[in-house]
């Protein structure tokens, strides 16, 4: 039986894939926080170049991939499609369990799909010089590797608790030649406000945001980029389910099950969107699961509303499953999924039936985790660990049924700067957290008020 599909490079897909094209109802539109009223490309100018403004809101199904960025893209792509015929065999499934591998990128995570271009349309544009925030620092290194290779400066806020326990990110960041700053920091209004309220804040996703955002705004050379939530992002990561489907295609199957981990939605949206694209247009009948930290359940017990992305409320107002903009998360080992908002195009999906969600603890993420790197070998990020939870849950009710359905993964990257988080599971000092619904009660009160 084969188990690894490789796509040849001319097989590589030239365009990103848009879900807003295909979408029976259309997605709610950013909106001015200021205002309230749908923000415009001017009102995001300061912070965006305009072709990635104009993805932002194109009706267009396909976006040319520019030729600069697949032959950047090439170097790591396609990745590899595999089965996991040894994962099967311990969970004792008749369900065919394929995974598509993003860990093989030199930040290993599906993370440069999408900073490779955002680089390269900034760059094109004429600025020199990036902002962004970054938690356990994927992002953050992703896209230092991308300014690097076009020649622009990058400065990273990265959440202060992670730059303290997670050196080994920060040091990529370094060698990638970007400079590093721990959140929140001095060096912003937003910043020294987030201290004068705590001087012993540890940080948050939503505080480096402001921060990042703050400098981008007030510096004419300077843009802010984001490394998920946002539509282009979502755009950018279909090209790991369009080689999917390829690759699935190739393999003689068709997913019966579609499965991402879900922070801000991005890793989830590549691997899926293609398939609901199919599912909307050809009426194929794919569930398709997005899957979330039980400690952050933005999809699952989260408010459908428009609120900021950040705590400083700097940014535009999204209409996306939110915790509140002011949420700080338990301190869970999954950095990539602490965030309190969700892409509004993952939001739409779910609040249109096209997908489901689900939520784990992360005693059971890396349970799964450790079984598959035991079987599978390789090491999962613990982000991704929560679609390894899910897959272990489906090939179960499989087992119950019977039934050999195809199921379908994305392993988002490897964990080898993680080893700490598996140090604490195999230890059992590992602690779970489910986020109280009350909590999110009190937050909604404290959210934007759109009629
Ligand atoms: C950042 C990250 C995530 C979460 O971000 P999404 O935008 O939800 O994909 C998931 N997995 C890995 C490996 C990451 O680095």
């Not at 084969?2 to 979408?23: C, G, H, I, Q, V």
């Not at 060096?187 to 201290?195: P, Y």
């Not at 933005?298 to 499953?321: E, R």
């Not at 598959?372 to 390894?388: D, K, M, N, V």
Request: proline share 8%; net charge negative.
């Amino acid at each position: 039986m084969a188990t690894k599909y490789f796509l040849s490079e001319d097989r590589m897909p030239t365009s990103w894939y848009n879900l807003n094209s295909d979408f029976p109802a259309p997605l709610p539109p950013p909106l001015h926080p200021g205002t309230l009223q749908p923000a415009g490309p001017d009102d995001l100018a300061p912070l965006f170049p305009m072709a990635l403004i104009m993805q932002e809101m194109t009706p267009e199904r396909y976006i040319e991939i520019p030729e600069e960025v697949q032959d950047i893209y090439k170097l790591w792509r396609p990745t590899p499609l595999f089965r996991a015929p040894h994962w099967e065999k311990a969970l004792d499934t008749p369900a065919k369990i394929f995974f598509k591998y993003e860990g093989v990128s030199p930040a290993g995570s599906h993370k440069p799909n999408t900073s490779v271009p955002q680089a390269y349309y900034n760059k094109q544009e004429g600025i020199t010089k990036l902002t962004t925030e970054t938690g356990a620092g994927q992002w953050g290194s992703a896209l230092s590797m991308a300014c690097q290779m076009f020649g622009m400066e990058l400065l990273v806020y990265m959440v202060k608790i992670s730059y303290q326990q997670k050196p080994y990110r920060r040091s990529m960041i370094h060698t990638w030649g970007a400079e590093v700053i721990p959140s929140p920091s001095d060096t912003t209004n937003a910043g020294r406000a987030f201290l004068a309220n705590d001087p012993d804040s540890t940080g948050s996703l939503g505080m480096a945001i402001s921060e990042a955002v703050e400098v981008a705004a007030t510096n004419e050379d300077t843009h802010y980029s984001l490394g998920s939530v946002l539509n282009h992002v979502m755009h950018h990561q279909t090209v790991i389910g369009q080689e999917a489907m390829e690759q699935c295609a190739d393999a003689g199957v068709y997913p019966d099950i579609v499965i991402g981990c879900a922070g801000g939605g991005s890793n989830f949206a590549g691997i899926s969107f293609p398939f609901i694209g199919a599912k909307i247009r050809e009426g194929k009948e794919t569930r398709i699961i997005a899957v979330e930290p039980a400690a952050c359940p933005s999809l699952t017990k989260g408010i459908y509303a428009y609120d900021f992305g950040d705590v400083g409320m700097l940014t535009p107002l999204l209409k996306m499953h939110t915790l509140g903009h002011d949420f700080v998360p338990a301190g869970i080992h999954a950095g990539g999924l602490r965030y309190h908002g969700m892409a509004p195009m993952v939001s739409h999906a779910l609040q249109l039936g096209l997908i489901e969600a689900e939520a784990y603890t992360q005693n059971a993420c890396f349970k799964a985790a450790v079984q598959f790197a035991r079987t599978e070998g390789i090491i999962p990020a613990p982000e991704s660990s929560h679609a390894l939870a899910s897959v272990v849950n489906a090939a179960e009710q499989c087992k119950q049924s019977g039934e050999a359905k195809t199921i379908l993964f994305n392993l988002s990257g490897h964990g080898h700067f993680d080893m700490a988080a598996y140090d604490n599971y195999l230890s059992g000092n590992l602690q779970d957290y489910a986020y109280p619904a009350e909590k999110v009660a009190e937050a909604q009160a404290r959210m934007p008020q759109v009629g």
